[in-house]
C-alpha cells in the first residue's frame, strides 16, 4: 500500500479547488505514511496566487497555500499520474482528450469517491490500478458528460466567502474518504492521531 504512486488533481484555473484539495489529500496521506506525491494544475495559462478568500480559508484549517502558484495541465503531467482527480466532469473530459490513455485513470473525485465506496477499499497488496478498475466497474465514457452535476465540486471563484468555506469542507470529507478507500492502512491510525488530524485541516 506504499509503493510512490502520482496523483494530479485538475480544475479550471488551479486557484482554488484543486489547490485546496491537493493540501488536504497530501496532508492525509502523510499522516497515514503514505509517500505519495500530490500535485495540481488547471486548464488555463499559469502563474497565478489562490484568491484571498482560499488561503485564508485554508490557514483556518492550519494550512498554508499562499506560496502557491497555478500552472497549465500539459500531456507530460498527464503521463506521469497514476490517479487524474478532476473536480468537475469538464476536467476529467480535458485530460481524456489531451492524453486519450488517461482515460482509464481519470475521475472526478466526486465519482471515485462514489464508486469506491460501492466497491470498497483497496484489498492488502491490490496495485492502485487494479482498484481503480474494480471502482470504475460499468463505467462508460458518456458519464462525463450532462446529466450528472453532483460529481461537480461547486466552484466558489468569485462567490461569498461562505461558498469558500462549504467547498473546503466538502473537500475535507472527500480528500477523507478517498485516503480511507486508496490507502486503508489510514484507518488504523490511533484515534488520537486521527483526531489531530481532523482538527488540522
Do not use: K
Amino acid at each position: 500500500m506504499h509503493s510512490m504512486t502520482a496523483i494530479l488533481l485538475l480544475c479550471t484555473a488551479n486557484v482554488c479547488r484543486s489547490v485546496m484539495a491537493q493540501a488536504m489529500l497530501s496532508a492525509r496521506l502523510v499522516a497515514a505514511g503514505a509517500p505519495v506525491p500530490v500535485t495540481s494544475a488547471g486548464l488555463r495559462d499559469g502563474g497565478q496566487p489562490p484568491p484571498p478568500e482560499v488561503i485564508s480559508v485554508m490557514a483556518a484549517r492550519g494550512i498554508n497555500v499562499a506560496g502557491h502558484r497555478s500552472r497549465r495541465v500539459t500531456a507530460d503531467d498527464l503521463a506521469a499520474a497514476d490517479l487524474v482527480l478532476g473536480l468537475a466532469r469538464e476536467h476529467v473530459r480535458h485530460a481524456a482528450v489531451l492524453r486519450p490513455e488517461s482515460w482509464s485513470c481519470a475521475f472526478t473525485l466526486r465519482e471515485l469517491v462514489r464508486r469506491g465506496l460501492r466497491a470498497g477499499a483497496r484489498r492488502p497488496g491490490e496495485p492502485l490500478g487494479d482498484w481503480l478498475a474494480r471502482a470504475a466497474g460499468d463505467r462508460d465514457r458518456r458519464d462525463s458528460l450532462g446529466g450528472r452535476p453532483a460529481d461537480d465540486v461547486p466552484d466558489p471563484y468569485g462567490g461569498p466567502r461562505a461558498g469558500y468555506q462549504a467547498t473546503a469542507s466538502l473537500l475535507d470529507g472527500l480528500t477523507r474518504d478517498l485516503a480511507a478507500l486508496c490507502w486503508p492502512v489510514q484507518r488504523s491510525l490511533p484515534e488520537s492521531a486521527a483526531s489531530v488530524l481532523d482538527r488540522n485541516l
